[in-house]
């Protein structure tokens, strides 16, 4: 019987992917923007190294994360999540749900993340935008670019073949520790950190939970842009969709309208627990 329920989840779960391309398939000319778009100057590939459960520290995970530069705006998100947008297009110019219906997805051999986000720094504006999925709704807030108030230490290291100095900060409950080099006076980094003369080349709070490392950058060797999504997206506060994003991770079984078993929703809900360690713990 407890088979019969994991395969009925897992199957209720396939159902859900399918629908959530489709409404990729739906929703891709909402991320075609002519106006919002800026010329791409680096390419950063940063690898995060992340223990999602506080209580236990051999639960760390790394995933890679990109970095777009631009002239006006820069783009952050996992590789993962670029690779599965490029799937979407891919499949969209085959014949989208009509394709999938006729040729069916293996689900495996999807790209997976566990970061769905992707954080616009709009340099003219002084703002970041993060664009956030919760299921297959899409959904946009903002925040001030200005979040970190930097003390840059003389304490210097090489980190990646670049000439590093340390600063420190607080963000979001976490007291960070920061490389920048100004080898590279472009002032930006991987997620929502900026703000330092040089590009960060590593950044990690202190207990070491979160840990983003430059391990690539490239120069585009033909022109490329980098694209800022247009405004269909649900316009919320940073507040709002935490509450909505944690509601809908507690209860995932109930959010998905499955018909599962008790032990099947023991298991989730213990799996939920275990993704108890937010890169931002404070509003």
């Not at 809900?269 to 890169?279: D, G, M, T």
Request: hydrophobic share 35%; proline share 4%; net charge positive.
């Amino acid at each position: 019987m407890k088979t019969n329920n994991i395969s009925a989840l897992k199957a209720s779960l396939s159902l859900i992917l399918l629908l959530f391309l489709g409404n990729c398939f739906a929703g891709t000319k909402h991320f075609v923007a002519t106006a919002d778009t800026t010329d791409l100057k680096l390419k950063c590939t940063y690898r995060l190294t992340y223990q999602p459960d506080s209580t236990d520290s051999r639960s760390l995970l790394t995933e890679d994360m990109l970095l777009y530069i631009g002239d006006s705006f820069s783009e952050f998100q996992s590789l993962n999540n670029s690779l599965l947008d490029s799937v979407v297009v891919d499949l969209e110019q085959k014949g989208g749900m009509e394709y999938l219906q006729k040729n069916g997805i293996d689900a495996s051999v999807l790209p997976k993340t566990k970061f769905k986000y992707k954080i616009y720094k709009n340099y003219p504006k002084g703002e970041i935008t993060v664009v956030d999925k919760i299921l297959t709704e899409k959904y946009r807030y903002a925040e001030p670019k200005n979040l970190f108030d930097w003390k840059i230490s003389p304490e210097k290291a090489t980190i990646a073949g670049y000439n590093c100095q340390k600063a420190t900060t607080e963000f979001g409950g976490r007291k960070y520790e920061a490389w920048f080099t100004s080898e590279l006076p472009i002032s930006e980094g991987p997620y929502k950190f900026n703000g330092l003369p040089g590009l960060i080349v590593k950044v990690n709070d202190m207990e070491k939970h979160y840990t983003f490392e430059l391990i690539s950058l490239k120069q585009p060797k033909e022109a490329a842009k980098v694209i800022f999504p247009s405004d269909r997206l649900i316009t919320t506060t940073k507040i709002e969709f935490n509450k909505g994003l944690k509601d809908f991770n507690d209860n995932m079984v109930a959010r998905l309208g499955l018909n599962a078993s008790e032990e099947v929703n023991r298991r989730a809900k213990e799996r939920a627990k275990k993704r108890n360690n937010p890169i931002e713990l404070a509003e």
